[in-house]
């Protein structure tokens, strides 16, 4: 999805249009979640990922503030970078997903006027509501292999739903995974007929291993 939250209209082939404006109009937000605000539990506990949204309850040893979440994401994890409340005709709660690249820097699709596929300092992560950052199984063995995917699909354009010659912000993340010879973060979304960046808190990846390892949060010291 794009980086931008506010931009709300994505660019899509004409004959994608009608599929698209029906699931806009039936659907809520994924998991019907409007609004998002972390709270501290109990330290030393596990992190469910499939209901983090909705308890919105996060272990006080786990919850950060977003730029030190963002800078303790080991290299190859997921960041899943989510708003205050999901407005009118946006993705829910969590509009982008990124990944960490390497010290100081993501690598992502941060949307069309953007200029699809780079990698970018951390900190144009640093002042987002919120962020999660994931386990997906890239172990030091597998981040050669990602960083070569990485290079090859630098510069690739933006397309929401883009799976070949032009990537959105998961679909690029899933080949990413593939490079790397792992299941993806995410799957279609069966409602919007998409791939949704907060899928990736249940997608095949967490389903094969994955887990939550921090989230980051505005506000916190």
């Given at each position: 999805?794009?980086?931008?939250?506010?931009?709300?209209?994505?660019?899509?082939?004409?004959?994608?249009?009608?599929?698209?404006?029906?699931?806009?109009?039936?659907?809520?937000?994924?998991?019907?979640?409007?609004?998002?605000?972390?709270?501290?539990?109990?330290?030393?506990?596990?992190?469910?990922?499939?209901?983090?949204?909705?308890?919105?309850?996060?272990?006080?040893?786990?919850?950060?503030?977003?730029?030190?979440?963002?800078?303790?994401?080991?290299?190859?994890?997921?960041?899943?970078?989510?708003?205050?409340?999901?407005?009118?005709?946006?993705?829910?709660?969590?509009?982008?997903?990124?990944?960490?690249?390497?010290?100081?820097?993501?690598?992502?699709?941060?949307?069309?006027f953007d200029g699809g596929v780079k990698n970018r300092p951390e900190s144009s992560l640093y002042r987002r509501h919120a962020v999660i950052v994931l386990d997906v199984g890239v172990t030091p063995e597998?981040?050669?292999?990602?960083?070569?995917?990485?290079?090859?699909?630098?510069g690739t354009p933006y397309l929401v739903g883009g799976t070949d010659d032009a990537l959105d912000c998961t679909t690029y993340q899933n080949a990413l995974q593939k490079a790397a010879g792992l299941p993806?973060?995410?799957?279609?979304?069966?409602?919007?007929?998409?791939?949704?960046?907060?899928?990736?808190?249940?997608?095949?990846?967490?389903?094969?291993?994955?887990?939550?390892?921090?989230?980051?949060?505005?506000?916190?010291?």
């Open positions: 999805m794009p980086d931008n939250a506010a931009m709300s209209f994505p660019v899509l082939p004409r004959s994608a249009w009608p599929a698209l404006l029906l699931s806009l109009c039936a659907c809520s937000p994924p998991q019907n979640i409007h609004a998002l605000n972390f709270r501290p539990g109990p330290a030393g506990g596990t992190i469910d990922p499939v209901r983090l949204l909705l308890d919105q309850t996060v272990p006080a040893d786990r919850l950060l503030s977003v730029p030190e979440a963002v800078r303790r994401a080991p290299d190859g994890s997921v960041i899943v970078v989510c708003n205050a409340s999901a407005k009118s005709l946006s993705w829910g709660v969590c509009s982008h997903i990124s990944r960490k690249f390497s010290a100081g820097t993501v690598t992502d699709s941060p949307g069309f597998r981040l050669p292999r990602l960083r070569a995917g990485a290079e090859r699909l630098k993806d973060v995410t799957s279609i979304n069966p409602a919007w007929h998409i791939w949704l960046p907060q899928d990736a808190l249940s997608g095949p990846a967490m389903h094969s291993g994955g887990q939550v390892l921090w989230v980051g949060m505005e506000g916190v010291n």
